[in-house]
T-cell receptor, first 120, second 108 residues
């Protein structure tokens, strides 16, 4: 069964360093998402991505964050200068959609196993 | 006030019991998801609903759009059902807004 994969499973970094979290969505999916979950808190939406551009983002997703689909398979989240409060579990997700999708073509999201980011 | 509220926050039951987890939301939505988060942190999608009822094995999910309420039921619960169950609603184009989760523990 196809699945979303994420690497690394755990990333430890020093405050101020740049990190790139990687995701390989399910191959025929067209919508891609990043979420985060700070320890003990609820999951929060960061950004959605469709047709090589951001389609929606939350107030959390500020200029320190960026997303990219550098090739046909990877979807990355970059944090430019990490802060202590960026420590969290980051989940990638993907969903299907038809080309020229509208709200009606939204489908179930499939989540990756997550990357635990620890900023020291 | 949170847009998505779940109850109870914690639930402990004996194996075999019928389980109900509730989710209420305060905003207009186009779909509601039930997700399961395992102790290791991974998230699995259980259901996506926009109306009515869905069943998968021992799991049943219902939604009442007028009352802005959904329930997740587990029949014949088993210790392997122990996990955090999360309700999330779709707002905007794709954005999901999550509840705080219900921690379920099933004792043998």
């Amino acid at each position: 069964e196809p699945e979303v994969t994420q690497t690394p499973s755990h990333q430890v970094t020093q405050m101020g360093q740049e990190v790139i979290l990687r995701c390989v969505p399910i191959s025929n999916h067209l919508y891609f998402y990043w979420y985060r979950q700070i320890l003990g808190q609820k999951v929060e939406f960061l950004v959605s991505f469709y047709n090589n551009e951001i389609s929606e983002k939350s107030e959390i997703f500020d200029d320190q964050f960026s997303v990219e689909r550098p090739d046909g398979s990877n979807f990355t989240l970059k944090i430019r200068s990490t802060k202590l409060e960026d420590s969290a579990m980051y989940f990638c997700a993907s969903s299907t959609g038809t080309s020229g999708a509208t709200l009606r073509s939204y489908n179930e999201q499939f989540f990756g196993p997550g990357t635990r980011l620890t900023v020291l | 006030k949170n847009e998505v509220e779940q109850s109870p926050q914690n639930l402990t039951a004996q194996e075999g019991e019928f389980i109900t987890i509730n989710c209420s939301y305060s905003v207009g939505i186009s779909a509601l998801h039930w997700l399961q988060q395992h102790p290791g942190g991974g998230i699995v999608s259980l259901f996506m609903l926009s109306s009515g009822k869905k069943k998968h094995g021992r799991l049943i999910a219902t939604i009442n759009i007028q009352e802005k309420h959904s329930s997740l039921h587990i029949t014949a619960s088993h210790p392997r059902d122990s996990a955090v169950y999360i309700c999330a609603v779709r707002r905007g184009a794709q954005k999901l807004v999550f509840g705080q989760g219900t921690r379920l523990t099933i004792n043998p």
